[in-house]
């Protein structure tokens, strides 16, 4: 399958074809549940999404680094040669380490700012700083280099049926949105990694603090207060879902299944913090993998109807996509 898409985009240089594989590899890993929606997009545009989030992957990876004996020199000596790089393969169009080879080549084709990518790796280097966020404002601009940017990047590759900038700002908050969804998901192990992302005044409005989330993930037990300051969090995320909301029309018709879906798969994850009883600090919520598969049944159904009012031919369900057949049309087995 990654053949098929690399020859529907158009890239035929050996080394550029092993590069996209690579963050493919990457994204496929580390992202399933936007693996999963991005199989919903036309082929010749997956190899892009994969170079974005891929090389997104990757500089996370060097950050978060855990059990590796890396220190914190060395991740910030790795992050510094990972931007050199970075800088160099975004002026001379090319580099000899793949992700950025195939970031380079997606940010050429679909001529992407640049300063998003600073801007991303700016927020990179403050993770290996900054351990913990004074105020929601505080955050906001953090995530402004660390997700919306993600957000911004991606528009030149999922195209708009209205002027880019009028959907750039509901692009930046879907960005958002999934970046407070992982956030909250990963409260203990950002916990492990010594960071708390939930914003200091709105854990103290509830009577939490960095401390008696310790506690509570030493012990194993749960606090009323740290329940509270969950939920908040959960209201909050959701008010940047509604604002991310109207910028799916704002898409390529038949790009928007694939960010319909990451809406709604995302928005799933707030949904099994909630049925498990906001319990995030001991353990990781997962969406059941039956749900996942029927919202992406009805991804491809709304993949058929795009691709039929764009005169295309009926795209077959993807072949490393489990989909139920109840939920796949018969025009597409």
Sequence with gaps: ???????AAG???????AAYAHCRTLNARHGKTYFLATRLLPVARRPAVHALYGFARWADDIVDALGTGDTPGDRARRLALLRARLERGLREGHSTEPVVHALADTARRHAIDHQHFTDFMAAMRSDLEVTDYASYADLRAYMHGSAAVIGLQMLPVLGTVVPRDQAAPHAAALGVAFQLTNFLRDVGEDLDRGRVYLPADLLAAHGADRELLLWSRRTGRADRRITAALRAAEDLTRGVYREAAPGIAMLDPVARPCIRT????????????????????????????????????DGLVRVLRARVAAGAA???PPADVAVPAA???????
């Excluded at 399958?1 to 020859?7: A, C, H, I, K, Y």
């Excluded at 890239?11 to 074809?17: E, G």
């Excluded at 809406?263 to 707030?270: A, D, K, M, N, S």
Aim: net charge neutral.
């Design 1 to 7: 399958m990654t053949g098929r898409e690399l020859d």
């Design 11 to 17: 890239i035929a240089d050996p080394d550029l074809r």
């Design 262 to 297: 990451a809406f709604v798969l995302y928005g799933g994850i707030l949904d099994a913090i909630a049925e498990d009883g906001y319990a995030v600090v001991h353990r990781r919520a997962v969406v059941p993998l039956r749900r996942r598969l029927t919202v992406a049944g």
């Design 314 to 316: 009926a795209p077959r």
């Design 327 to 333: 939920v796949v049309p018969e025009e597409t087995r």
